[in-house]
């Protein structure tokens, strides 16, 4: 297991904890989860975001027509994210969770690039997506209208 944050001062309270400390093989990495730079491509099966992208919605402006650079940096952290995923990962595809409390008429905008779906003989292709090569789904969890929380699973296929 690798846990990545932007904070050096977050990386090191984590990385001491108790919880940590009892898990010897987890690693904990200073980095910016727009580039994942020093991560090669394909050499993850999984990558879970906990509201990590819901982070990089602080600044979106209006949730209707959110501004240029939020929808940047979701682009390059969904870039970077299908970048390091293999394509032979969990299931024969490497596997994309993210835990949001971004309703999915929102967050399935970022997650699909704000393109229209591939068409596949005339129906559209459950939400694969070129720009990521991924397959998005999600489900709600919680009370309706009550702050749900979102499980978006992107699949990548390529």
């Known amino acids: 297991i690798t846990s990545i944050d932007f904070s050096a001062v977050v990386i090191e309270r984590m990385s001491t904890n108790p919880s940590a400390l009892a898990r010897p093989k987890m690693q904990w990495i200073v980095m910016d989860m727009l580039t994942l730079e020093g991560f090669e491509d394909k050499s993850f099966d999984v990558v879970i975001d906990k509201a990590a992208m819901d982070a990089l919605m602080c600044d979106e402006g209006s949730p209707w027509d959110p501004n240029?650079?939020?929808?940047?940096?979701?682009?390059a952290m969904c870039r970077a994210v299908s970048r390091v995923l293999r394509k032979d990962g969990v299931e024969k595809g490497g596997v994309f969770i993210m835990i949001?409390?971004?309703?999915?008429?929102?967050?399935?905008?970022?997650?699909?690039?704000?393109?229209?779906?591939?068409?596949?003989?005339?129906?559209?292709?459950?939400?694969?997506?070129?720009?990521?090569?991924?397959?998005?789904?999600?489900?709600?969890?919680?009370?309706?209208?009550?702050?749900?929380?979102?499980?978006?699973?992107?699949?990548?296929?390529?």
């Open 68 to 75: 240029p650079e939020t929808r940047r940096d979701a682009d």
């Open 100 to 158: 949001s409390f971004a309703q999915p008429h929102f967050r399935r905008r970022y997650l699909e690039a704000f393109e229209e779906e591939v068409q596949s003989g005339g129906a559209v292709d459950a939400g694969l997506v070129k720009s990521y090569r991924w397959r998005v789904n999600n489900e709600a969890f919680g009370e309706a209208g009550c702050l749900e929380i979102f499980l978006y699973v992107c699949v990548k296929e390529d």
